[in-house]
């Protein structure tokens, strides 16, 4: 993994409430991401960061919001939780033109 | 957003022959990364190799050699003498200027004995 912790690794919880998934890096990396993976359609990007307090969005960050206020974790937040966004969740850092990622964590939303 | 394209859900190779998976993307760009990633069951993703598109020469790695057409937008994997531990699913990616890393949908590579 690389230095690439995420937690918690896996999650219930219920419609409706807030859920943030956190991203934890200790290799200095400037780029890190946000993706879901569901199946039949791979690894789909979220939301990314290319720096402190820097971030853009993916091609599927509706429901879901970004902070970084330190180069080494990057929070994934999903402000009301609905059941489309039951997914495994991918984090992923970046620099010298290799991204390396974290273990995943297993959101269930009933 | 650029487009990375795998035509083929399901390979399947029989052990010690040679499978060669398709990708293709699009992009106006003339200088980003192309990559494969590998997802065993165990879900980490692991990279396979990569390859700068400023780069003529096709990248390899041991059993694993792409073949690389800028022209075209192609970026296909060739994986050599497969191994049971080959079996996975196999994502092709790109990132260009904007460090954004997308993904294709991957195929399901499966090896038979």
């Known amino acids: 993994d690389a230095g690439i912790t995420q937690s918690p690794r896996h999650k219930v919880t219920e419609t409706g409430t807030p859920v943030t998934l956190r991203c934890h890096q200790t290799e200095n990396h400037r780029y890190m991401y946000w993706y879901r993976q569901d199946p039949g359609h791979g690894l789909r990007l979220i939301h990314y960061?290319?720096?402190?307090?820097?971030?853009d969005k993916g091609e599927v960050s509706d429901g879901y919001s970004v902070s970084r206020s330190k180069t080494e974790d990057f929070l994934l937040t999903l402000e009301s939780a609905t059941s489309s966004q039951t997914s495994v969740y991918f984090c992923a850092a970046h620099s010298g033109g290799e991204a390396f990622f974290g273990q995943g964590t297993r959101l269930t939303v009933v | 957003a650029q487009t990375v394209t795998q035509s083929q859900p399901e390979m399947s190779v029989q052990e010690a022959e040679t499978v060669t998976l398709s990708c293709t993307y699009d992009t106006s760009e003339s200088d980003y990364y192309l990559f494969w990633y590998k997802q065993p069951p165990s879900r980490q993703m692991i990279l396979v190799i990569r390859q700068e598109a400023y780069k003529q020469q096709n990248a390899t790695e041991n059993r694993f050699s792409v073949n690389f057409q800028k022209a075209a937008k192609s970026f296909s994997l060739k994986i050599s003498d497969s191994q049971l531990g080959d079996a996975a699913m196999y994502f092709c990616a790109y990132m260009g200027s904007g460090y954004a890393l997308n993904f294709g949908k991957g195929t399901s590579l499966l090896v038979t004995p």
């Open positions: 960061s290319y720096g402190v307090k820097d971030t």
